[in-house]
């Protein structure tokens, strides 16, 4: 399956509630918030939706920098031959990056 690169824009608000004790003085996005919105990105998208699959497996999840409230993240996908890539950007900065596997192909085992 071939497709285009898709990208989505998100909000993180100042005022979002997975702020609160994560950490005090210091909020950063937690990594488990900003892996949900990529999967719901990819299922927002048809055809990324069904590179995903219903139980997305992420094999590589590499959380690069720190997202402080208010950030605006663009999501980007790249479908490969095996795995839907992704990355997180704020602005130029790569704030996160990875791999769902894909569920649309078929994985053969070496011969």
């Not at 004790?21 to 048809?46: I, K």
């Not at 959380?63 to 996908?77: K, Q, S, Y």
């Given at each position: ?27 950063v996005?937690?990594?488990?918030a ?46 490969g ?13 790569i704030v ?16």
């Amino acid at each position: 399956m071939s497709m285009a690169p898709t990208t989505r824009r998100v909000e993180i608000g100042a005022g979002h509630p997975a702020f609160d004790g994560h950490f005090p003085g210091q909020p950063v996005w937690p990594g488990v918030a900003l892996v949900a919105e990529v999967l719901e990105a990819a299922l927002a998208d048809p055809a990324l939706a069904a590179c995903v699959g219903a139980t997305p497996r992420l094999p590589v999840v590499k959380f690069l920098a720190p997202v402080r409230p208010g950030a605006t993240l663009l999501i980007a996908f790249r479908a490969g031959a095996r795995a839907l890539d992704w990355d997180v950007r704020e602005g130029e900065r790569i704030v996160a990056s990875g791999q769902i596997a894909r569920a649309d192909v078929a994985v053969s085992a070496p011969p």
